[in-house]
Each structure stands twice: as C-alpha cells, then as structure tokens.
C-alpha cells in the first residue's frame, strides 16, 4: 500500500503514456491484416500480403511519393530560412525585434482552417485559383514550418555557451572559421531537429493542404478520400514504417548524443 | 558535418562581437527573406482573407467577387452555422479539459518521477504522434466499433445500453481530440514542471502541508504558465479540427472547420466561408486574450 502511494503518480503516468500507445498497437496489427470486406474496419486474419504489396493502390503510392517531395522540400526551405532568422534574432540586434518576434509566433498559434482559408483567399484573389496543386501547397508548408524552425533553432542558439567561440577567436579564428569549426556543429543538433520536425508537420498535414492543394492529392488526403469508401490495409504499412523511421531516428539522435556528452566528459 | 555545408551561404555571418548582439545591416539580411514569406505568405492572405468576407455574395469564383462591404455576411454565417460553431469551441474546451487532467499527470510524473528515464519518457511521449494524424484516427474509429472490445465492455458493466454506440456521438469525436492534441499540452506542462525547485515542496511539506494542499499551493501556480500555454496550444486546433469530427462522429456533431471547407471548395461561397473563418478567428482571439489576461502571465511560449 505504501508502495502504491508512493509511485503512484509514476504509474498514473505510465498508464497515459501507454494510452497514447493503444492506436499505434492498432496500426501495426492493422498492417498485417487480411481484410474480409474493404467496407468492414476490422480485424480478420494475419498476412504479410499489404507488406509484400504496399503499392497494391498505385494511387496510394504517388500520393506517398508527393508527400515525401513536398516534405523534404518545405524542409529545406523552411529549415534554411528559419536557421537564417533564428541567428538574426538571437545575435542581431535591430528595430522590429518585438514585430519579428510576433510574426514568428502567429503562424503557430492560428487555427490551421483560418490560416488555409486565408491563402486560398489570397491564391484565388490572384488569379491563381487553376494554378492550385504541387506549388501552392510546398508554398503552404514552408509558410507554417517556418515558425517552429525559428523557435528550435533559436532556443538552442540562445542556451549556446559563448565562451567557446570567445576561446576560438581568441586562438585566432577568423569570423568565418569560427563560425564554420564551432558555432555550426554546436548548433546542428537544433538545426537537425527543426527539420525532423518540418518533415512530420509538412508530411503530415491536411486542412491547410486540402484548400490549398486544387486536383493534387497528398497522402493524408488519400487517406481522407478512401476513409469514405474503404481503406486499403497497405495505409497502415506506411503508418507503421513512418511510427518506425521516426523511434529509429529520434532514439538514435538519442544515444549519439549520450555517446559525445560521454565522449566529452 | 561543417565542411560538408561549408559552401552554404550562411558564411558571412558577423562574428566579431559574440557576446552580446550585434546591431547592423545584417541582422536584416538575415532575417528578411524569413520575413518576406511569412508576410507574403501569412499576413497579405489575412487581408485577403478579411477583404473576401466582405465581397458581394451574388458574385462566384469564375465570374469574380465585387467589394461591397458586406457586413451583412457575418450575421448570415452566423445565423447558419451557429450550431457548428458553438459545437467546436464546446468539444474543443471539454477536449482541453481531459488532455489538462491527463497531461499534467503525465508531466508530473516525468518531471519529477521518472529519474534517469526522463529523456526516454520524453521521447515516447511524442513517438506515437510521428504515425499520420488521419492513421491514427481511423485506428480509434476501429478501438470505438459499435461490436469492439470497448463498446462490449462499456456495455457489460451497462455504462452504455445494449444497443448503445460509441462512434458517431459526441464522446467519439472529443476522445479523438484528446488523444490527437495530448502532445500540445504535455510539452508546455513539462518544461514548467522540470523547473520547479523541488525544494519548495519538500518546504511545503516540511511545514506540515498534506500533499494536496502542497500541490495547489505550490506545484499549481508555479506551473501555471505551462498551464495557460498548453491550454491555448490544445484549445486552438481542436476548436479547428474537423478530421475527428469526420471520421468519428456522424453529420450532427460537424465542427466549424468542415462547414469551412466545404463553403469553400463545394459550395465555392469564397464571402460566406470568409466570413465564417473570421468569426473564428475573432472568437479565438478575444478568448485567448480574456483567458491570458485572467490568468496574469504574459509568457506565452
């Protein structure tokens, strides 16, 4: 009993923690599933068939592939453009930083709906209303990572330790040594994580997309359509690969990081 | 990794004076293409945005839209669409309210229980929400099934009638918004619990506060700025949300999202959709500053 008490908020804690589990279980199971009816959601037998043939809906698979390209590249633009005004918020001191620093903050905190009818109503106003697919919808996401690479980058620019680019310079680095041999590799760790964080919020993304993405079809779109008229099971495949790729890459940032603060010590 | 992106164009960075910030032209030339796409990109469309919400609504998308200033759009999407509106602020408050309750547990306890497993805790806590949002949800639409091990059990235990249901009620869609935007609480909980001193409890109870009234006095307000920030960061998109809607609910619990959509892109009513989408954002707004106001902090992240 007083063992109960005492861990008890420990076990509270853990059982939300596996709760948030229970539909990832499901997706998993899901994936190995060989459905009786397309219309009924429901588990009927085990098979590897959805794994051996994960693009048995070819419709499925270019989805896939238009949201693996829109991602990596809303990454590399909002990553580039992000890092370069997190340095100039965090080392820069100009007017406007207080107008900056809100228009970093706004994009994250607005309704997705408002923030996608919004474009659309600037596209349409355009003249762009039959241009709507692949452009408008990488625009779309550079526009809403943007802010979340600002915030990364720059929490870990400002708990940056200055004095190791003080002791470089003073070794006599230039500015531009410096900046290469110690300032970027102790902030790449952020910048890496800013861009992890672009893919899953672009790749992932549907009300902003949905306006925004005219004929084009994404994969959570797919995944909206065929929700209606029968999932194909090969979407739990790729929702199992992505849960995967994803512990994969977060638990081995994890132990490298472990690895040098052990290797620095 | 530095010489592999030595040829990158971030080279002219001023590093001349690292302590302290430096004032000049490039913090500019840094920041302005940032700043150009997002008031491009976001700002501009919200002008547009408030402009087509004030368009003559006899006008269509082909033959184009004349500006009227048609106040009158707001009071007729309002009359309209009351119902969803005031359906997603109500399951998106109860929404917020569930995720409160099990996010602080779950902060609390890798806060201050979890040890050396806190990174760890910390990673799984985000892991699961890496698997597609609409994934995830259709995996609930399967947990939920009106002959699934859920609904029978609620029904043994006459929770729920014989026939009763979960999916396509109103428990079905708040339940998907709490487990969707858990993260957006739990985040914002941790990083304000991780800085308490742990001292000051152990104080509370050294002068003989029983744990609860050690919690309300002491943990509670000084993790209320988690608490406010975690609040807005789940309140807002689950006010937004219509997906869970959608897919778990049925047509009587729709949220104000999907009438948005759908004026949009089915009805292509671009003033009335405009119109609708700004009463949102008004209505978030003006909470948001009420409740930040209430709370008395202004640290918003």
Redesign the interface.
Same mark, same amino acid.
């Given at each position: 009993m007083n063992w109960l008490r005492k861990h008890l908020v420990l076990i509270l804690g853990l059982l939300v923690l596996v709760y948030t589990f229970i539909p990832i279980f499901v997706v998993v199971l899901m994936s190995f599933n060989d459905p009786a009816s397309r219309l009924i959601y429901r588990f009927d037998g085990f098979t590897l068939h959805n794994w051996l043939n994960p693009c048995e809906d070819p419709a499925m698979c270019s989805a896939l592939g238009r949201s693996v390209e829109i991602g990596l590249l809303a990454t590399a633009g909002s990553t580039i453009l992000g890092t370069l005004a997190a340095f100039a918020l965090v080392r820069h001191d100009f007017r406007g930083r207080s107008t900056a620093n809100l228009l970093i903050f706004l994009p994250m905190a607005a309704p997705e709906i408002v923030m996608g009818s919004s474009l659309l109503a600037l596209f349409v106003g355009a003249g762009f209303a039959g241009q709507l697919g692949f452009w408008t919808i990488l625009i779309a996401h550079i526009m809403f990572c943007l802010s979340f690479v600002v915030v990364t980058v720059r929490s870990r620019l400002a708990g940056m330790d200055d004095n190791l680019e003080q002791a470089a310079m003073d070794l006599y680095a230039t500015p531009r040594q410096t900046f290469w041999k110690v300032t970027f590799p102790l902030v790449f760790p952020g910048i890496l994580g800013a861009a992890l964080l672009s893919f899953s919020l672009s790749f992932d993304d549907f009300i902003v997309t949905n306006l925004n993405a005219g004929q084009t079809t994404t994969f959570p779109m797919y995944v909206w359509g065929v929700a209606q008229r029968g999932v194909p099971m090969q979407v739990n495949v790729v929702g199992t690969m992505m849960f995967v790729i994803s512990i994969v890459i977060v638990v081995g940032g994890e132990l490298n990081s472990r690895r040098r603060a052990r290797a620095l010590a | 990794?530095?010489?592999a992106? /030595?040829t990158?164009p971030?080279?002219d960075?001023?590093?001349?004076t690292?302590?302290g910030?430096?004032? =000049?032209k490039?913090?500019?030339? &840094?920041?302005l293409?940032?700043?150009i *796409?997002? /008031?491009v !990109?976001? +700002?501009?469309? !919200?002008y547009?945005?408030v %402009?087509?919400s004030l368009f003559d609504p006899s006008g269509s998308?082909s033959r184009g839209y004349d500006m009227t200033y048609h106040v009158a759009n707001y009071w007729h999407v309002f009359q309209d669409y009351r119902g969803p509106l005031l359906r997603s602020l109500w399951y998106g408050a109860i929404a917020t309210a569930f995720c409160l309750v099990? /996010?602080y547990?779950?902060a609390? %306890?890798?806060a201050?229980?979890?040890g050396r497993w806190k990174?760890?805790?910390l990673?799984? +806590?985000?892991?699961?929400?890496?698997?597609?949002? &609409?994934?995830?949800t259709?995996? *609930?639409?399967?947990?939920l099934?009106d002959?699934?091990f859920v609904v029978n059990t609620l029904q043994a235990v006459h929770v729920l009638g014989s026939d009763g249901r979960l999916l396509a009620t109103p428990v079905a869609v708040v339940a998907g918004l709490t487990?969707n935007f858990?993260p957006f609480m739990v985040l914002p909980l941790f990083a304000s619990i991780d800085k308490i001193d742990h001292r000051l409890i152990e104080a509370a109870s050294d002068l003989y506060a029983n744990p609860i009234k050690g919690f309300f006095k002491v943990t509670w307000p000084l993790s209320l700025p988690g608490v406010v920030s975690g609040t807005?960061?789940t309140f $807002?998109?689950a006010? /937004?949300?219509? $997906?869970n809607a959608q &897919?778990l609910g049925s047509p009587n619990q729709r949220m104000?999202?999907s009438v $948005?959509?759908s004026l949009?892109?089915d009805a292509n009513n671009?003033p009335a959709? =405009?119109a609708l989408?700004?009463i949102?954002?008004i209505i $978030?707004v003006a909470m948001?500053l009420v409740y930040v106001r209430r709370a008395g902090t202004e640290e &918003?992240?």
């Open positions: - | 990794m530095a010489s992106a /030595g990158a971030l080279a960075v001023d590093m001349s690292v302590s910030r430096k004032r =000049g490039t913090g500019y030339l &840094l920041l293409p940032a700043a *796409w997002l /008031g !990109f976001f +700002v501009i469309p !919200f547009s945005l %402009a087509t998308d099990l /996010g547990v779950l609390y %306890a890798i201050f229980k979890a990174n760890l805790m990673v799984l +806590v985000i892991a699961p929400f890496f698997t597609s949002f &609409l994934v995830r259709l995996s *609930w639409k399967l947990i099934a002959d699934g487990y858990l807005l960061l $807002i998109p006010a /937004g949300d219509y $997906i &897919l104000v999202g $948005i959509q949009f892109t671009y959709a =405009g989408s700004m949102l954002m $978030i948001v &918003l992240l």
